[in-house]
């Protein structure tokens, strides 16, 4: 289904960047210095949980500046049924499968983080992508999983997709593997490693995978509660993985200052062996690093809870996502229920230092609207180009969790921002002509969440 | 169970609309309304999400599966979850959106 009128040049797939064999960029800076800027954005468009009738969707919002549809959900993909909640998605490949001849970047992967059903979208025509083939949730239920949760390709090109809980929904996790295909290949690593799963990154040099901890989705999925938490059903520890073994080496727990550990990011780098994790909960940064003899995780940022009027507990900022420039020298993050995005200068990995922030939205951006439009939540979901000139975000974390915090969110729907960045100087603006509303679709505002660029993500390019 | 029988099922939402499905005592509530063509939000349809809550108001439920999205607190008060609800007597249900969120508010307000 489109939205709007097929433009004459209709962009289709190209060589392969770099001139390399596969698909992606030969190295991060490859990336940055061959990229050019992004022209759509890949977004999660959501209706679960609502009364309105309509699926969800992969929406593509054209972000190329000199478009006549410039901010507009140009086209909508929708999935086949309701119920889903399309939350997190990737490539079937990327930089780390450079040297594979004949793969292509062009295939993305979308699971329903409620349905366990996985749906695989090819984008061979950008602005017009196809859904080619939907993998059901009783084929996943067999492997005692569900929960898609992250997608990432893996050298060889087949993809791996975390699943937080078993086929009734409780503990314990585990990944999901699925081959070149996409036909469901297993289990990836032996039962019973974890218990808690979430977001994964991997770095296949130093053999090592670091995999988080959100809860048994019957336990986030109704919506967020603090008896839950008092009784140590979030989760507060991180894994690390032997990536050839498929085993866990070793295990760190954050303490009650890592509460609810989401988001993992290494640098880029393929030396590299640094990386950020956010504690949601605790509104937390933790740095962690191969300190030779063993990993080690390390609390750097702390976002101090604010005392707003009217509610009776200090309100925790909530970093909910973050990110790493593709040059390693930036980490951004989102405080979605303080309401401002987080720009700091890892220069030094271990001893970030603040270079800017951005109030928008949330329950003490003081926020201000955008174009006139009240924006309904806090910053969420961020993506930045490869150039690292152009940071993007949406509002909506969970539908669940949306509705407790922001109940206006299912009446208003998502915005999508823009920010300008100055890397050169450690600098952020907010571009008050950039406004992409989710509150404006034929079948009523939609939620959005999570953002991928067809030539490579900050957040899913791995380097072998 | 009694195989064959059906249910009068009264769909009660906040709104002020309502509907009166039948419910075969072998189907879920929500299986029924997607029968007659009725759309309620839904999830996981395992029992773990709760994107399905209803609310009986009068008649007799049983659970196909353990209610794992629900707490004690919640099956007390009358929550449902209807992927995995069968009537076992005539019933009144609120439906839709809101009722899945009067399970859990904001904890710091």
């Known amino acids: ?464 | 169970m009694s195989g064959g029988s059906v249910h009068e099922t009264v769909l009660s939402w906040s709104a002020g609309r309502e509907t009166v499905i039948g419910v075969r005592a072998d189907e879920s509530v929500l299986g029924a309304a997607e029968r007659a063509d009725l759309a309620l939000p839904f999830g996981c349809r395992t029992g773990a999400c709760a994107t399905c809550t209803g609310r009986v108001v009068d008649g007799w439920i049983e659970h196909t599966r353990p209610p794992r999205a629900l707490k004690d607190r919640h099956l007390a008060a009358g929550y449902v979850l209807l992927c995995i609800a069968e009537p076992r007597s005539d019933c009144r249900i609120e439906v839709g959106s809101d009722v899945r969120t009067e399970l859990v508010s904001n904890p710091w307000k």
Not at chain 1, 83 to 105: I, M, P, Q, Y
Not at chain 1, 228 to 233: I, K, Q, S, T, Y
Not at chain 1, 426 to 436: A, P, R, S
């Open chain 1, 1 to 464: 289904m489109s939205d709007a009128r097929k433009p004459n040049e209709t962009s289709t797939d190209e060589a392969q960047p770099g001139g390399s064999e596969g698909p992606g960029y030969t190295t991060p800076q490859a990336a940055i210095e061959e990229s050019t800027p992004e022209k759509v954005a890949y977004v999660m468009g959501l209706y679960v949980g609502t009364d309105v009738d309509a699926p969800d969707f992969l929406g593509v919002v054209d972000v190329d500046p000199d478009s006549e549809s410039y901010t507009e959900v140009i086209d909508r993909v929708e999935m086949p049924n309701r119920g889903d909640e399309l939350h997190h998605f990737g490539w079937n490949a990327c930089s780390s499968s450079c040297h594979v001849e004949g793969l292509e970047r062009r295939h993305l992967v979308i699971p329903g983080q409620r349905s366990s059903r996985i749906h695989i979208v090819d984008t061979k025509d950008r602005r017009n992508p196809e859904l080619t083939k939907v993998i059901e949730p009783e084929e996943v239920f067999e492997h005692d999983l569900s929960a898609p949760h992250t997608v990432h390709c893996i050298p060889d090109g087949n993809v791996l997709i975390s699943m937080l809980g078993d086929r009734d929904g409780d503990l314990p996790g585990g990944f999901l593997a699925l081959d070149e295909d996409f036909e469901v290949e297993g289990r990836w690593e032996p039962p019973g490693e974890i218990e808690m799963n979430y977001d994964y990154w991997y770095q296949p040099r130093h053999d090592v995978m670091v995999s988080s901890e959100w809860a048994a989705p019957k336990t986030y999925y109704p919506g967020f509660d603090l008896d839950d938490v008092e009784a140590g059903d979030y989760g507060r520890r991180i894994h690390v993985w032997n990536w050839e073994d498929r085993t866990v080496e070793q295990t760190i727990d954050l303490g009650e200052e890592g509460l609810i550990p989401l988001e993992v990011r290494f640098l880029h780098s393929p030396e590299a062996t640094h990386g950020y994790v956010g504690a949601a909960l605790s509104s937390n940064v933790f740095h962690f690093h191969d300190a030779g003899d063993e990993w080690r995780a390390e609390r750097v940022i702390d976002v101090e809870a604010r005392e707003h009027d009217g509610w009776e507990m200090p309100v925790p900022g909530l970093v909910t996502d973050l990110l790493v420039s593709m040059d390693d020298r930036y980490l951004f993050f989102s405080n979605w229920l303080h309401g401002d995005v987080r720009m700091y200068d890892i220069s030094d990995p271990s001893n970030p230092r603040l270079a800017d922030r951005i109030w928008a939205g949330g329950h003490f951006g003081d926020p201000a609207p955008v174009q006139d439009r009240e924006l309904a939540g806090g910053p969420q979901m961020l993506q930045l180009s490869l150039d690292g000139e152009r940071l993007y975000w949406t509002t909506s974390l969970f539908s669940s969790w949306d509705d407790q915090f922001y109940p206006e969110e299912a009446e208003r729907g998502s915005v999508m921002l823009k920010a300008d960045v100055d890397p050169r100087r450690g600098t952020m603006q907010l571009d008050e002509e950039f406004l992409v509303d989710f509150g404006e679709l034929p079948a009523g505002p939609a939620r959005a969440h999570e953002i991928r660029w067809p030539d490579g993500d900050c957040t899913s390019d791995v380097w072998r």
